[in-house]
Each structure stands twice: as structure tokens, then as C-alpha cells.
Nanobody, 126 residues
Framework: VQLQASGGGLAQPGGSLRLSCAASVASLDHYTISWFRQAPGKEREGVSCIRGNDGYTNYADSVKGRFTISRENAKNTVYLQLNSLKSEDTALYYC????????????????????WGQGTQVTVSS
């Protein structure tokens, strides 16, 4: 699976961005798709996930209520809407896929994912 992430950029605190992840698959139905992020000097963090078959979603506590993940199966694309951005959201954001269906904390574990996009930088600064 090849993944192309886009949509990052510079935003002010309180601002918004929308990230996109386009997957080179016949269908998202058979995958769990997640977003991860890594800030300089910090460990990679699972941000959000969505299951391609039923739309189940999960979020890290740090982004719950501010970020929204969604999918557009017809375009094999997953989106991450970032609202109410904070400086601590600054990181390189990656999308990744895992075959099968994961939930809870499992869908935010990077070790389960075998295909990764190249990352898109999100910088939150005034």
C-alpha cells in the first residue's frame, strides 16, 4: 500500500488544518487507517484511527474533541480535521494502514501498521 499525506502547513493557535491521506488500494474496506505524529525529541504518538469497513473511530486523549477523522471510500482517502490547534500539536504527521480491523488503543499502536506515508508537517505558531 502506498500512502500520500498532504495538507500540513503553518497555522496560528486556535486555527485549523485538514490533512488528507490518499491510499493506493482497491478499497479501504479491509483496512484500519490511522494518523500518527512525531515532534522533535519526542516519541511517536498515535493520534486517531478509523476502520474502513464500519467507520469506527478512536482518538488520543490529547486531541479528543478537537480533531476529527473521516473517510471517503470512493476516493480511498482518509481525512484528519485539526481544529483549535495548540502549539503542542506541532509535529510531523503520518498516516498508516494495517490490514484488518482494530479498535481501542490497538488502533493507535504503530507496531501494528505496515504501510506508512511520507509525513506532512504541521506547525502551530503565532
Amino acid at each position: 500500500v502506498q500512502l500520500q499525506a498532504s495538507g500540513g502547513g503553518l497555522a496560528q493557535p486556535g486555527g485549523s488544518l485538514r490533512l488528507s491521506c490518499a491510499a493506493s488500494v482497491a478499497s479501504l474496506d479491509h483496512y484500519t487507517i490511522s494518523w500518527f505524529r512525531q515532534a522533535p525529541g519526542k516519541e511517536r504518538e498515535g493520534v486517531s484511527c478509523i476502520r474502513g469497513n464500519d467507520g469506527y473511530t478512536n482518538y488520543a486523549d490529547s486531541v479528543k474533541g478537537r480533531f476529527t477523522i473521516s473517510r471517503e471510500n470512493a476516493k480511498n482517502t482518509v481525512y484528519l480535521q485539526l481544529n483549535s490547534l495548540k502549539s503542542e500539536d506541532t509535529a510531523l504527521y503520518y498516516c498508516a494502514t494495517a490490514p484488518g480491523y482494530y479498535s481501542g488503543s490497538y488502533c493507535l499502536l504503530g507496531t501494528l501498521f505496515d504501510s506508512w506515508g511520507q509525513g506532512t508537517q504541521v506547525t502551530v505558531s503565532s
